[in-house]
């Protein structure tokens, strides 16, 4: 609860992990959330929103996860082990309820937050501000990535990725100075540009979550089509029948950073979670029909059974699972191409 009182942050600078850490206020034990920062790296805005959630009486933890001494040098084949490596150190500490966390993240941080959820089991509900429903590459514009490779790794082996230089450099010489502000994006000149197999590949597979699901994007994003792409997650989810709530809340005035401040430019259009699954992914810049969403009942880090709306395929969820247990009791689902960890 924001009683006013100030959260005060301590360092965390271990062997294996780095970040700060913001115990919630107010009686505990608190829920613990991840918070994981973006392609431009940690030490801003993600502090702010640690601190807020301290405030609402959430513990939460930046993670550094390169940039850092604990960490790769750039967002360069960043072991997703390190993310959990946070969440189990985080949900074994005293004054943290529960054996699961949240993760929350933004832009590169939500396209984390997102395979964090998919291969951590110690990771729950996760909320992804302007995210990816693709793995992209390491960013070739960063000190430290001399070339295209994937930006992260599991037991080892990269994540599969979408490239984004090889399908740019290839068609796109020039139009950026034709068409000016209204030239796609990078990443949306690489989504429709890949073939079928190798966007099927990069995808990432968010059925794997065992927690609630919420996607912030904005309409004006001009880093890449968060609108278009936390539809094709959303899609994903509905087409695998998730057992827990999921929408993407789209704030059509809003660009990449605004959209990470909840939306504050414009009013939020609840996207739809019953859209096609088999809405083509050549047709990104078209929004999909609009409709009912399904809304999230469990914040992030909840354990507090509260009743849902209406679900995807008229399937009710009357009471939300509870953190650190499975949508469908017992042990969590399996998932094929998922590693967990």
């Known amino acids: 609860m924001n009683d006013g009182r100030f959260a005060f942050?301590?360092?965390?600078?271990?062997?294996?992990?780095?970040?700060?850490?913001?115990?919630?206020?107010?009686?505990?034990p608190h829920h613990g959330v991840l918070v994981l920062h973006g392609g431009g790296g940690g030490g801003g805005y993600e502090r702010a929103y640690a601190r807020r959630l301290a405030r609402h009486g959430y513990t939460a933890l930046c993670v550094e996860y390169?940039?850092?001494?604990?960490?790769?040098?750039?967002?360069?084949?960043?072991?997703?082990?390190?993310?959990?490596?946070?969440?189990?150190?985080?949900?074994?500490?005293?004054?943290?309820?529960?054996?699961?966390?949240g993760a929350v993240g933004f832009s590169r941080g939500g396209e984390a937050a997102l395979l964090t959820g998919t291969h951590v089991d110690r990771v729950g509900a996760v909320v992804a501000y302007v995210p990816s429903a693709y793995a992209f590459a390491a960013p070739t514009w960063m000190d430290g990535v001399d070339e295209e490779r994937s930006a992260w790794t599991v037991d080892g082996e990269p994540v599969p990725y979408l490239p984004v230089d090889r399908y740019v450099d290839q068609e796109q010489e020039g139009l950026?100075?034709?068409?000016?502000?209204?030239?796609?994006?990078?990443?949306?000149?690489?989504?429709?540009?890949?073939?079928?197999?190798?966007?099927?590949?990069?995808?990432?597979?968010?059925?794997c979550i065992d927690g609630p699901v919420l996607l912030v994007s904005g309409g004006e994003?001009?880093?890449?089509?968060?609108?278009?792409?936390?539809?094709?997650?959303?899609?994903?989810?509905?087409?695998?029948?998730h057992p827990w709530?999921?929408?993407?809340?789209?704030?059509?005035r809003a660009g990449h950073a605004s959209a990470c401040r909840t939306g504050s430019t414009g009013t939020t259009t609840r996207r739809p979670t019953t859209g096609s699954a088999g809405r083509t992914r050549r047709t990104l810049a078209r929004p999909p029909t609009r409709g009912t969403p399904r809304s999230i009942t469990s914040g992030v880090g909840s354990t507090s059974g509260q009743e849902t709306s209406e679900g995807t395929r008229g399937r009710r969820l009357t009471v939300a699972p509870r953190c650190g247990e499975s949508?469908?009791?017992?042990?969590?689902?399996?998932?094929?191409?998922?590693?967990?960890?």
């Not at 949306?188 to 995808?203: G, Y």
């Not at 949508?327 to 960890?341: I, L």
């Open 221 to 241: 994003d001009e880093a890449w089509p968060s609108v278009e792409l936390a539809d094709q997650a959303v899609e994903r989810l509905a087409a695998h029948d």
């Open 66 to 101: 390169f940039d850092a001494p604990a960490a790769p040098d750039a967002l360069s084949e960043v072991p997703l082990e390190y993310f959990g490596r946070a969440a189990a150190w985080l949900a074994d500490r005293p004054a943290v309820h529960g054996d699961r966390v």
């Open 176 to 207: 950026d100075e034709a068409l000016g502000s209204d030239a796609p994006s990078a990443a949306l000149r690489a989504v429709e540009s890949a073939p079928e197999e190798l966007l099927d590949r990069a995808a990432i597979e968010v059925e």
């Open 327 to 341: 949508a469908r009791g017992g042990a969590r689902r399996s998932c094929p191409r998922a590693r967990r960890t």
């Open 9 to 28: 942050a301590a360092d965390v600078d271990r062997d294996d992990l780095c970040g700060r850490l913001y115990p919630g206020l107010g009686d505990g």
């Open 245 to 252: 709530p999921f929408e993407n809340r789209d704030y059509p």
